[in-house]
């Protein structure tokens, strides 16, 4: 595979990684779920049992599992047709999801702002035009 077509499936592969790690540790569908990971985070008595639950609830962390699996369907490599084309092409798959799922948080909080502000402005307007009934 070409250097170029490598990657472009770098950054498609990288993808579904980061939808998966952000829906698992961020979107609501698992929240419960990830609450008890939270909780057995913290609380478990083993540091293995700890940083097994602590996986479920960090992005950045579980992104590394995610990209195993995928690279396990896939057969990615990245710059070499051996086992280190594997191991470089984890980490740039990690580091490009993260990138996404970074961009992701990003344009969710301006949208998050936007609707707070849209919100505000919204009641300030009704506000004023109650206030202008009550004066007319």
Not at 72 to 85: H, N, V
Not at 98 to 104: I, L
Request: charged share 25%.
């Amino acid at each position: 595979m070409t250097l170029s077509a490598q990657l472009f499936w770098l950054l498609i592969i990288a993808i579904p990684i980061a939808s998966v790690a952000w829906t698992i540790t961020h979107e609501e569908i698992f929240d419960e779920p990830r609450k008890w990971c939270e909780r057995n985070s913290k609380e478990c008595r083993s540091l293995l049992q700890r940083k097994f639950f602590y996986l479920f609830t960090c992005e950045y962390c579980f992104s590394h599992w995610v990209t195993a699996f995928f690279l396990i369907i896939t057969r990615f490599k990245l710059l070499f047709p051996d086992w280190r084309g594997y191991l470089i092409a984890g980490f740039s798959l990690v580091w490009v999801a993260n990138v996404y799922m970074s961009f992701f948080a990003r344009i969710r909080l301006d949208v998050k702002r936007e609707r707070v502000e849209i919100s505000a402005e919204e009641k300030a307007l009704g506000h004023d035009h109650t206030d202008s009934n009550k004066s007319g």
